[in-house]
């Protein structure tokens, strides 16, 4: 594929499948759809479902396969316009300041200005999501949007409606080309509806268990078959308990991993507990399927995979 190829939007939802595929992400139809939509009509995509489904993955996947530049928003609790958009060099405008000072010059008006222009400025992920590319608009992921608080969200409105930032000092920067937005959430809190209202949506979901095998052989292939098959069915009878946390998508291939460096070819009761920790993350989770558990959970998946 030439680099023309790369930076060229997929043309139909076949295209979008291929485009996944190529880096290895198994999708259902449904999620293609939304994201060629989203690709073909310039709006953010809002994604949501649990930890570990693949969200941020479909935006790491689109920037490699459309030789785009990724740019993340890591979102926390408390988190301002200052590490998401811009801020001052302070350090570097006061020694300008006082260079101006000490070679005599008094024009207020024209320090002012010399020290708010783009020289002293920042940027941070939002305002270099805006700027243009010889690549093409670059990949903007907002990740975990949930962590943040709705002050944050609301500042997010210009951005996701205009594509565009106010800098009071400097006036409005707006983006030639919109940026590809990929917002997710684990939905730890609901994100206001005024955001929701300019993107399309797609909930994640766990995959089924034809889909998940997929999953692990492209991206595990490593792993015997036999074996692929019967730790995907014992991850799936795992997100029908009442667990704390369910294992994702992540948690699936991080154990074909492990099981794979253990030389493990098959599921015995021994190796899960042993294991536990690689699929769990909770001590509750682990304890409860420890033991006797685990036992009759790897003697169904034997039942069903000689069946």
């Known amino acids: 594929m030439t680099e023309g190829e790369r930076n060229i939007l997929p043309r139909s939802i076949?295209?979008?499948?291929?485009?996944?595929?190529?880096?290895?992400?198994?999708?259902?139809?449904?999620?293609?759809?939304?994201?060629?939509?989203?690709?073909?009509?310039?709006?953010?995509?809002?994604?949501e479902g649990e930890a570990g489904v693949g969200k941020t993955e479909i935006a790491k996947v689109l920037a490699?396969?459309?030789?785009?530049?990724?740019i993340r928003l890591q979102c926390y609790e408390g988190l301002d316009s200052a590490a998401a958009v811009y801020e001052w060099n302070y350090a570097g405008q006061m020694m300008a300041i006082r260079l101006a000072e000490a070679a005599g010059d008094r024009d207020r008006d024209q320090i002012e200005s010399g020290v708010f222009s783009r020289r002293y400025l920042i940027e941070r992920p939002?305002?270099?999501?805006?700027?243009?590319?010889?690549?093409?608009?670059?990949?903007?992921?907002?990740?975990?949007?949930?962590?943040?608080?709705?002050?944050?969200?609301?500042?997010?409105?210009e951005i996701l409606s205009d594509f565009q930032i106010t800098i009071p000092e400097l006036g409005t920067v707006k983006a030639d080309k919109p940026p590809i937005v990929?917002?997710?959430?684990?939905?730890?809190?609901?994100?206001?509806?005024?955001?929701?209202r300019r993107c399309l949506?797609?909930?994640?979901?766990?995959?089924?268990?034809?889909?998940?095998?997929?999953?692990?052989?492209?991206r595990a292939p490593e792993a015997p078959q036999k074996l692929t098959q019967a730790l995907v069915l014992f991850v799936q009878k795992l997100r029908k308990?009442?667990?704390?946390?369910?294992?994702?998508?992540?948690?699936?291939?991080?154990?074909?991993?492990?099981?794979?460096?253990?030389?493990?070819?098959?599921?015995?009761?021994?190796v899960v507990s042993d294991t536990l920790g690689?699929?769990?993350?909770?001590?509750?989770?682990?304890?409860?399927?420890?033991?006797?558990?685990?036992?009759?959970?790897?003697?169904?998946?034997?039942?069903?995979?000689?069946?």
């Open 14 to 47: 076949d295209d979008t499948l291929t485009l996944l595929r190529n880096a290895d992400y198994v999708a259902d139809r449904s999620l293609a759809t939304v994201l060629f939509l989203a690709l073909r009509l310039g709006r953010p995509l809002f994604l």
């Open 64 to 70: 490699s396969t459309l030789g785009r530049k990724l």
């Open 126 to 157: 939002l305002l270099q999501a805006l700027e243009p590319s010889a690549d093409g608009p670059p990949v903007l992921l907002i990740d975990e949007l949930d962590r943040t608080d709705e002050a944050f969200e609301a500042f997010l409105l």
């Open 182 to 196: 990929i917002i997710t959430s684990n939905r730890t809190r609901e994100i206001h509806d005024a955001l929701k």
């Open 201 to 218: 949506y797609h909930w994640v979901d766990y995959p089924d268990a034809k889909r998940e095998m997929e999953i692990v052989r492209a």
């Open 241 to 270: 308990l009442d667990l704390f946390k369910s294992p994702g998508v992540a948690e699936t291939l991080d154990w074909a991993a492990a099981l794979t460096e253990l030389d493990a070819v098959a599921l015995d009761p021994a």
């Open 278 to 307: 690689v699929l769990l993350k909770y001590q509750d989770d682990i304890a409860k399927i420890q033991g006797a558990k685990a036992t009759e959970l790897v003697n169904e998946v034997r039942a069903e995979v000689d069946a």
